[in-house]
Structure formats: C-alpha cells, structure tokens
C-alpha cells in the first residue's frame, strides 16, 4: 500500500463529530460515530468520508465501538457476503469472545442462532451481546452440542 508522508495509521476509529462539510445531511457536529479513517485514525482528529461512517450505537462505548469496523466487517464478509447465512440456519463461533466476534441479529438472519466456544468466564458476556449459545471449551466438545 503506498503511502505518503506526513503518515497517520490505523484505520479504525470512534468519536465525536467536530465539524461537517458542507453537503453533509446525515450527521452533525457533535454526533457519536464510528467506522473506518481512510487516511488515517491514530490522532486526535481525523478526515472522515460519510461513506465510511455510522452513527454509534448508544448501547456501545467509544472503546467498543473503534474495534468493531475491521473486525466486524471481515465477520459480516464471511457470515453474509461468502456463507448466505439464512434464517434458521445456526452459527458456530470459535473463540467468540475475541476480536472476530458475530452479532447475527442483524438484517437478513435476524431468525439464526450463534452458538460460540469459549471460557465459562466469557459466557456471560456473550451472552449479553447476543450468543445464543455459549459453549465452554474447556469441559464441553462443541460437535457434541
């Protein structure tokens, strides 16, 4: 990937609009977003495009929120664009509590199921976040679930 200088890396972020341009509709100055900086989002400001941009769900701190767009889209890639997921078709997740995790109730598979490995002591929190079904991977096998 060429770069130029002065480089700012990363890519993916989460804030507070400061400033719109002018032929922007859909977001305001003091908006919550996320999504990814193109040209770069390790500073304290960032050039967003709009098409690259989200508002940020309340239910999500800014934290949260910066660690979702690589990941989370390389999850909706693999589980809508590549697998077609359908509804009532059910979702192993491995590791479901690391960074590659998948929220299946959104838009088309909105009626699947996750089912997930992982530690008992990630089981509540996938829980709260949408898995279905937590299996530990410590003491279950998940081709026996």
């Known amino acids: 990937m060429p770069v130029s200088f002065p480089l700012t890396i990363g890519q993916d972020f989460s804030g507070e609009i400061a400033e719109v341009g002018n032929n922007v509709h ?10 990814f900086a193109l040209s770069g989002a390790y500073a304290e400001y960032a050039d967003v495009s709009v098409k690259e941009s989200a508002h940020k769900p309340g239910s999500i701190d800014f934290v949260t929120a910066a660690s979702v767009p690589t990941a989370g889209l390389t999850a909706w890639q ?19 509590a690391g960074r590659c995790r998948v929220i299946c109730n959104a838009g088309k598979v ?3 199921s996750s089912h997930s490995t992982a530690s008992q002591g990630d089981a509540d929190y996938l829980k709260r976040v949408g898995v279905d079904q937590v299996i530990d991977y410590k003491s279950e096998r998940f081709e026996e679930k």
């Open 78 to 96: 693999m589980i809508i664009d590549e697998a077609k997921v359908s509804e009532g078709q059910v979702v192993l997740i491995h590791g479901a």
């Open 110 to 112: 909105e009626k699947s």
């Open 26 to 35: 859909d977001f305001s100055a003091g908006d919550q977003v996320f999504g």
